[in-house]
């Protein structure tokens, strides 16, 4: 079992940058690998960012890519997103997700376990 707890999100102007964290407990971390993902007020979630489990490899969305950075200390159980050059179309309840296994997916219905979600605002 795995219970994650999100946080760092906020209102912020577009152009400006955000770090979410998301802190995991249990002892076996590094045996996941990690998404972001967002929702958007009437749309489905989807993918942002994956990272696998050793930190080795990342993965972005387009819509992404360029400006936000996925990264994990398993060390301390925690997975980050960096989000830089924001968006008024980043604007979205944003969760961090588990996956049993080393490789991360865009996949919703691959992982496990899932975050209560973190508001990310941007205002234009």
């Known amino acids: 079992q795995v219970q994650l707890v999100e946080s760092g999100g906020g209102l912020v102007q577009a152009g400006g940058s955000l770090r979410l964290s998301c802190a995991a407990s249990?002892?076996?971390?590094?045996?996941?690998?990690m998404g972001w993902f967002r929702q958007a007020p009437g749309t489905e979630r989807e993918f942002v960012a994956g990272?696998?489990?050793?930190?080795?490899?990342?993965y972005y969305a387009d819509s992404v890519k360029g400006r936000f950075t996925i990264s994990r200390d398993n060390a301390k159980n925690t997975v980050y997103l960096q989000m830089n050059s924001l968006k008024p179309e980043d604007t979205a309840v944003y969760y961090c997700a588990a996956r049993w296994g080393t490789v991360a997916s865009p996949e919703v219905e691959r992982y496990n376990y899932w975050g209560q979600g973190t508001q990310v605002t941007v205002s234009s």
């Open positions: 249990g002892r076996t971390f590094s045996s996941y690998a």
């Open positions: 990272i696998n489990w050793s930190g080795g490899s990342t």
